[in-house]
């Protein structure tokens, strides 16, 4: 298959000795990028709790990254409630219904961001930093 | 003795260069920060690759260190189709880790603790994953906020939580840039207080003034640290972010 490729490559477009070595280096571009980001998926779920670990500063710089995380749920939420409070003039429900839902916000995003539980492997894959499930 | 430690991070306008309505827009220091900033990167970077050696020479193999190490946190956060969105990112990691660097400099500006400049960037990202998924993806791209496993009954809950949630976003981004160059940047202002405040009590107070210095010092040290973490850690929220209008649905 990459002989092939290869042949294909190299017939197509060895009209000079430039086009053959940058097709080639193209193909290898693909090749690394393909195994790289393999790779890179395999141990996403680690990398993205290592770098706060990896400082000296860790336990502050975490503390304040879950603190910012979950004054940003409530605070956004409340925002939200006033804004369709203001527009739509249901005076106290908005605020209430949205604080309570910025709220849960709040705890799911701090969730996220502590996402690597003691026993990383799996659930480090599954709940990862900033907010996204991986099914892999 | 009197000394205001906010004092540092205000905006003094140059030259007043037009009013739009009866907003006046002048040149002030953090634009001309940004610019120094801007200058510095391009400079350094333009500069030195130029050469284009086989063999890198110290500030080139910088360069590359500085590419490799963005792009390598790029590809690994979304994969190989993510490289399209590398100038974004390595300009907004270069950006904020020049301004943080240059802003310790003594008697320079820090303009990342300003939150109007750290939540424009932050509001950047937010618009680019929300259009370019919008414009990749079509309505599909709205499954980012439809996890999957979910039972249908709690699902519109669970759809609401998410979307907020995702609002939430660029508040968290920019707040956290800001907040600590903002915490930093006082706290060197505060122990450079207290040295000036007990080193006026004389001989005796020349003595104890050494432990807020010495303080000066190790905090210092510590803001080099986050300085460039925090460089890091904006841009590699932004390719988590950036991953969302790539792959919606995971």
């Known amino acids: 298959m990459s002989d092939d490729k290869r042949e294909h490559g190299e017939r197509g477009k060895a009209h000079t000795d430039e086009a053959a070595l940058s097709a080639r280096l193209q193909r290898l571009d693909e090749e690394l990028g393909a195994a790289r980001s393999d790779e890179a998926r395999g141990r996403a779920g680690r990398a993205s709790g290592a770098w706060d670990q990896a400082t000296p500063a860790s336990g502050y710089a975490r503390g304040t990254r879950l603190a910012s995380e979950f004054v940003a749920g409530v605070v956004v939420g409340a925002g939200l409630g006033l804004l369709i409070d203001r527009a739509l003039g249901s005076s106290p429900w908005g605020l209430i219904v949205f604080l309570l839902l910025g709220f849960a916000a709040g705890v799911l995003n701090v969730i996220r961001s502590a996402g690597d539980t003691p026993n990383g492997e799996d659930a480090g894959g599954e709940l990862r930093d900033g907010g996204e499930r991986r099914d892999e | ?250």
């Open chain 2, 1 to 250: 003795m009197h000394i205001d430690p906010i004092e540092q991070f205000q905006i003094k306008n140059f030259l007043p260069m037009m009013s739009v309505g009866s907003h006046q827009i002048a040149f002030n220091n953090a634009a001309l920060y940004m610019l120094i900033i801007v200058a510095a990167v391009s400079v350094l970077f333009i500069g030195v690759t130029t050469s284009r050696a086989l063999v890198p020479g110290r500030m080139q193999s910088l360069a590359e260190m500085t590419y490799e190490f963005v792009a390598h946190t790029l590809r690994s956060q979304t994969g190989a189709e993510g490289m399209k969105f590398f100038p974004f990112v390595f300009t907004l990691f270069m950006f904020i880790l020049f301004a943080n660097l240059i802003g310790l400099i003594p008697y320079s500006f820090e303009v990342m603790a300003q939150l109007v400049v750290t939540a424009s960037l932050a509001l950047l990202v937010f618009f680019i994953v929300v259009g370019y998924g919008l414009w990749k993806h079509g309505l599909r791209w709205f499954k980012v906020f439809v996890p999957k496993g979910v039972p249908i009954f709690v699902l519109p809950m669970i759809v609401l939580i998410e979307v907020v949630s995702f609002l939430t976003r660029p508040v968290s981004h920019s707040v956290r840039l800001f907040g600590n160059m903002l915490a930093g940047h006082i706290a060197l202002q505060v122990f450079a207080a207290f040295v000036l405040m007990i080193g006026g009590y004389g001989i005796l107070g020349w003595f104890g003034a050494v432990m807020p210095f010495i303080m000066i010092i190790l905090t210092y040290a510590l803001e080099l640290l986050v300085a460039a973490v925090q460089a890091y850690v904006f841009a590699i929220l932004t390719c988590i972010y950036l991953n969302d209008a790539i792959h919606p649905g995971h």
